[in-house]
């Protein structure tokens, strides 16, 4: 498939498809205030697109003093979804808050017409333990009708995978739908500081507690990889198919440690604790972040033939620690407390 004619100077991004040539300036992102969002509309803009975001509004608007449009209102609400479309005749749509699979029906029906629809899926969509994980190959996890109306922690895996089949549906109908799948996202501005609990630990001690021998393998992947390949799939990518996206090297948690005790420039003790030993302070392997007792990898290579690869650690890091460290992002809550962690450090190592 050719690249885009014309990039960041105004002028339409065209590609050619086996029935026509598509040409796109212009794109909806459907929550764009945040994170994954927040990187997108960045990601578009410096593509040359005329970006309108889709937000309740209910946060100050990161992209207030710029060219970025704004439509407020729920996107639950199809008049909201209709008088965007009414509003903005968008090329491509981006649709990074969809969590339920009437949602992605919603939205693939409200705007048909459009060049590209891209669903934020989850590598959470996949329903059994592979490795590495594969589009079209590993199945998907099942969702019952009251799974897909069920917001909880369960029921996200099931509910991102039925809305995976809904892209599939409306692609099936004539819909320009497509579906990415990031595994566990990391980067600046992640609200969610799951990843940002290391980063503090590693900022803060010399020692730390990893649970087990440090190997557990979940794979990240780096939010700016994650709004490119957004857009990549948008310009380049196959009605009703499905893309992975995570970091092409996948670091154990000990080996994350050390990427970050890098970026600190400092020397840390990363200690292994098995599950019992952890039982003796009161704690369980998944109280730490990113840890996963079996392996989770997705495959990218369905994503690089479309000519996306991800970002080295070092640049994806140095950035992240930056925006955590300078907006005091420690996720603390979201992991042992210290007093808790320095007490079984000092009964093992005594």
Known sequence: MDGPAADAHGEPHCFADPVRVRCMDSVLVIGGGRFIGRHTVTEFRDAGYDVTMLTRGQRPNPFADTNVAHVGG????????????????????????????????????????????????????????????????????????????????????????????????????????????????????????????????????????????????????????????????????????????????????????????GVHETDIETIGVGERELATAGLDPDDFPMYRDSPHLLSTAKLRDLGWSSTPHDTALAVTVAEHRENERTGREFGPDRDTETALIDRLTE
Request: with cysteine.
């Open 74 to 261: 729920d996107r639950n609400d199809r008049e909201t979804l209709e008088a965007a479309r009414e509003r903005v005749d968008p090329d491509v749509v981006v649709d990074c808050v969809a969590y339920f699979p009437r949602d992605v029906r919603e939205a693939t029906d409200v705007f048909a017409d459009a060049e590209a629809y891209v669903y934020v899926s989850s590598g959470a969509a996949y329903g059994v333990e592979r490795t590495p994980k594969r589009e079209g190959e590993t199945p998907l996890a099942g969702c019952t009708d009251a799974q897909a109306t069920t917001d909880s922690r369960e029921t996200y895996g099931p509910r991102k995978a039925e809305g995976d089949r809904e892209v599939f549906a409306a692609a099936a109908d004539g819909v320009r739908a497509m579906s990415v799948r990031p595994t566990v996202v990391y980067g600046p501005y992640d609200y969610t500081e799951r990843f940002a609990y290391w980063v503090d630990r590693v900022a803060e001690y010399d020692r730390v507690v990893v649970p087990s021998d440090g190997l557990s393998l979940w794979q990240m992947a780096y939010v700016e990889d994650v709004a490119s390949a957004l857009r990549l799939v948008a310009e380049r990518g196959t009605a009703g198919e499905a893309y992975n996206v995570g970091d092409e090297h996948a670091p154990t948690l000990r080996e994350w440690i050390d990427l970050l005790a």
